[in-house]
């Protein structure tokens, strides 16, 4: 479609400019910087684990128990220690990354795309479906989140794909109030205002003028998003209704070896740091890129 | 303000009646039968069917629900399937151990949280600040089963300060409030930080340095209070994730509250209570939004109900 006003002028692309050099200037900042190593640390282990340790996750070896039956503590063969059953931790935390990483990245996703279309859709349109959506979303933050997730949990057969789908259901909220928001504010502005009087249409407005806007919102929001979900996978699977062993998981195998806790303090330390290296890094990314990619937060530094 | 409080009473009302509405729904629509489990493993069909008939869980879903409702408006939560006990009550006989640890987490994390931000931001751009500030994300970023057992670790099982779980002594109390004020820590530690730098650049500061005010008056005297005000009124809002933390650290610790209640029922499919404590943490955090957003003016005239 070409402009009536002005045919002759080449597509404006608002946000190209300030956009560039995003990564750049999160690589300079050293906290986005750690974190976004400890992601490609913890990506690289995911990837690789099979080669990683030479030891298989669910393998049960005889030499992986103390004579008594008891966990071996880190030593040279197993360098993180084993688990309750003679299992490397360390190869179980390298598999536990797979499940982390697919669950933060389904679940956030999915989480995303609801709070998005929500907020979009309640932010836009208005009217009755706008505040039918609204109040819904106001309904769903009276819910207490996690008691909700662990409800949902435990009423199905928990599977991996289950868990990612609970969570989601549970996280999209946030998002939508705050997309809600900042579509409503954005569709007031003069420049959607004109290309509604030049005729065009609802979804070319969206897709084209709205949704590029709100890019950033769902790119800062999508990334401490990830970090909420990694918690609450964690969480669930600690209580034994998220993913289920023998697939592993950093919540599961703390869940599994809880009863040595005591005796075996390593099989909760080494799982518990993975979780919170994991979270705390996109935690900071999320941060930083909050600070770049927000313009009413620019020049305050 | 007076018809301002009335609507939003209403909308909180409106809101729990979706709360219970939604609950409701879930727990009608789950895939494991409550029956069952009550009945066990070898139960006739016949003696199955009783026991659906007596708890009226054979009628449809709408009438089901009016009934609920219809005792819910006299306080009457239903009897457990599984205790026998009434719902309220066991709630109420749960719900001091809740609140204890309630007013412990948010002591911990006032008194942890404030500090930090109050120190970084007087030492703004500093080392101090960074570190205050990565400790933070460390704090939201860390998993609240995690927390509770290394705390139990190193000061119950290593060190021996505190019991190792359970209800009692103020000594019980320690461990899980500052496993549930870690979490919340973080983020008051953030708001004060920004609080304090707002305050920090205004004018009435710069003319109380002028005057020749000594630094500590400055800070405790004048900017102090303008700044926490705004950070504590967020407690009404914490309500939710507090709400959400108290499964998990009360099943750490043993702590005999409405977390632990609702997570035993849970397990059992013991679908009143669940209903029950949904409904409650609802209320609360519906009641925190609420004083919180009733507050606000006060704290800050320049801003206004609507």
Known sequence: ?301 | MIAYLGRRLIQSLLILLGVSLITFALLYLLPADPVRQIAGRSATPETVENIRRQLGLDQPFIVQYWHYLARLLGGDLGRSYIQRSEVTELIVSRLPASLLLMVGAILCELAIGLTMGLIAAVRRGTATDQTLMVASFVGVSAPQFVVGLLLLYVFAVRLGWFPIGGYGSWRHLVLPSLTMGILGAGWYARMMRSSMIDVLRQDYMRTARAKGLARGAILFRHALPNAILPVVAMIGIDVGVFMGGIVVVESVFGWPGIGQLAWQAIQRVDIPIIMGVTLVSAFAIVLGNLLADIIAPFIDPRIKLR
């Open chain 1, 1 to 301: 479609m070409t402009n009536p006003i002005a045919p002759d002028l080449p597509a404006v692309r608002m946000p190209a400019k300030p956009r560039a050099g995003v990564w750049r200037r999160l690589v300079r900042r050293p906290l986005a910087l750690l974190g976004l190593i400890i992601v490609a640390l913890v990506l690289a282990g995911a990837i690789l684990a099979p080669w990683l340790t030479g030891y298989d996750p669910n393998e049960q070896m005889f030499d992986g128990l103390t004579l008594e039956g008891s966990p071996l503590p880190p030593n040279a063969k197993f360098w993180l220690g084993t688990d309750l059953l003679g299992r490397d931790l360390l190869t179980r935390i390298l598999f536990g990354a797979r499940t982390s990483l697919i669950i933060g990245i389904v679940a956030n996703g999915v989480a995303l795309f609801i709070g998005t279309l929500v907020g979009v859709t309640a932010g836009y349109f208005r009217g009755w479906i706008g505040s039918a959506l609204m109040r819904f979303t106001d309904l769903m933050m009276a819910f207490p989140a996690l008691l909700l997730a662990i409800c949902l949990a435990a009423v199905f057969e928990p599977s991996l794909w289950i868990v990612a789908m609970v969570i989601a259901l549970v996280n999209w909220v946030q998002t939508a109030r705050v997309i809600y928001t900042e579509t409503s504010s954005l569709s007031e502005r003069e420049f959607i205002d004109a290309e509604r009087t030049i005729g065009a249409s609802a979804p070319r407005i969206l897709i084209r003028h709205i949704l590029p806007h709100l890019l950033p919102t769902i790119i800062v929001w999508g990334t401490l998003g990830i970090s909420t979900t990694v918690l609450l996978e964690a969480t669930l699977s600690y209580l034994g209704i998220g993913v289920q062993p023998p697939t592993a998981s950093w919540g599961n195998i703390i869940f599994e070896n809880q009863t040595y806790f005591q005796a075996a303090p390593w099989l909760v330390f080494f799982p518990g740091a993975a979780i919170l290296a994991l979270a705390l890094a996109f935690n900071l990314i999320g941060d930083a890129l909050r600070d770049i990619l927000d313009p009413t937060q620019r020049g305050r530094e």
